[in-house]
């Protein structure tokens, strides 16, 4: 597997389809990385970066679709909520 710098440029938008997938459309630059052991299983790993506002952006859209597909569920199939 080759490794990869994944710089995330712009979030434009995210989206769940019926089959229990999450899409985030993005512009982003990415690069080919060296191979480096610096991972806890000494196996070559991906990085992605993204600026501090595009994570929080990221992460608020995360939790909007998960809400969304918590309605979807009935309640009894809802993790952790009665």
Do not use: F
Not at 30 to 40: A, C, F, I, L
Not at 41 to 63: F, I, M, Q, W, Y
């Amino acid at each position: 597997m080759k490794p990869y710098t994944i710089e995330v440029q712009r979030l434009k938008s995210i989206r769940h389809d019926h089959h229990g997938l999450i899409e985030v459309a993005l512009d982003a630059l990415v690069t080919t990385r060296q191979p480096t052991r610096d991972s806890e299983d000494g196996v070559p790993s991906s990085c992605l970066s993204l600026p501090v506002e595009h994570a929080r952006t990221l992460v608020l859209l995360l939790k909007q679709q998960l809400a969304e597909l918590d309605k979807l569920n009935p309640r009894s199939r809802r993790s952790g909520r009665a």
